[in-house]
């Protein structure tokens, strides 16, 4: 398999998790009547545990749900800024296996360290007048489209699926190919794990959402405003990223470079977790596994990167990507060199 087809697996598969999750957000927001905002969005403290919590879970996806989340305007800077710290990346699932013990000590770490990091961003944040994601609001939920989006009316499903609307093909037809795609492994996950089961749940849901919901709220909600204003762009960003980065780690040797500088090598690893990639990180990950470089280290690393979470961000807004990054990497570096001065 080429870097090319490497790179367009991985950012189809994001990109359909990112649809998945933002449709089944919007849903849940309309069929609930707006309150999906009030109990996310509740105080800032909820907001700071609850972004940590799903960022400190293994994998992408917690970091790809606060994206969500934030983009529709549940979270604060701040929060989304804690998520990413507590984010992990795919690196977690391989500390789990190389070092168990430690892995969930730097969970609980990186856990608690975004708690207070997001509440300390959003102080600074009002200092300096940042004003995050203008573009990023909750769709207002209006009465009549709660009274519009009966999706369970079994006399309104089949007249609705016999004359289907183009955007409703040309929402479901992809989300099936997807699924079956997915179910005998052509993309995704090579052998049935937890990471291919979510996403067929998750994609068994979307098509039951697009079969069943009105034609009104499928085409103003998913259509209009998920599909045609946000998807190209997050597959763009994914592609783009991955494949840039995958191409330089395949003609550029960093590790024989990272082990060449060891007297740099905790400010190398913050520099190297900007990217916005799972794979570069695995580097320190396998140092720290091998005793080759201390807890400080690893933990800076694991502060200022944040696998793929951070691309589906990148193609709603680069500023506050940049800010979050410049944030978390002066967080990571600030804790990170504290520790190491005291031999950890």
Not at 9 to 32: C, G, K, P, R, S
Not at 224 to 232: F, P, S
Not at 331 to 336: D, K
Request: charged residues 10%; glycine residues 8%; hydrophobic residues 55%.
């Amino acid at each position: 398999m080429t870097v090319a087809t490497e790179a367009l697996e991985q950012a189809l598969i994001i990109t359909l998790f990112v649809f998945v999750m933002m449709v089944l957000i919007d849903y849940i927001n309309v069929m609930t009547r707006g309150r999906l905002s009030v109990t996310v969005r509740g105080g800032r403290w909820r907001q700071y545990f609850l972004a940590s919590l799903l960022g400190a879970t293994p994998g992408c996806l917690g970091a790809f749900l606060n994206v969500s989340f934030y983009v529709h305007g549940l979270l604060s800077f701040g929060a989304i800024a804690a998520g990413m710290i507590a984010t992990s990346g795919d690196e977690a699932f391989v500390m789990l296996a190389m070092f168990p013990h430690i892995a969930l000590i730097l969970f609980g770490v990186l856990f608690l360290v975004a708690i207070g990091s997001g509440w300390l961003l959003d102080k600074v944040a009002g200092r300096l007048k940042i004003k995050p994601c203008e573009a990023c609001q909750l769709q207002q939920v209006h009465s009549e489209e709660v009274e519009a989006c009966r999706c369970f009316s079994r006399k309104e499903i089949l007249p609705q699926l016999k004359s289907s609307s183009l955007p409703r093909l040309v929402v479901l037809i992809p989300l099936i190919l997807f699924t079956i795609a997915i179910l005998i492994g052509i993309l995704g996950p090579p052998l049935w794990n937890w990471q291919r089961i979510t996403l067929v749940t998750l994609l068994s849901i979307a098509i039951f959402i697009a079969t069943t919901a009105p034609d009104h709220y499928l085409r103003e909600h998913i259509w209009e405003h998920i599909a045609k204003k946000h998807l190209w762009q997050v597959f763009l960003w994914t592609f783009g990223a991955l494949l840039i980065v995958d191409l330089g780690f395949k003609y550029w040797d960093m590790e024989s470079f990272v082990q060449a500088h060891m007297v740099w090598v905790l400010i190398i690893a913050s520099v190297v977790a900007i990217i916005p990639e799972s794979g570069p990180h695995l580097i320190f990950v396998v140092m720290f596994a091998d005793g080759l470089i201390p807890f400080s280290v690893l933990l800076t690393s694991s502060i200022v990167q944040d696998g793929h979470g951070m691309l589906p961000l990148l193609s709603y807004t680069v500023k506050d990507s940049v800010l979050i990054k410049l944030f978390n990497l002066v967080i990571g570096l600030g804790l990170g060199l504290t520790l190491y001065s005291l031999g950890w």
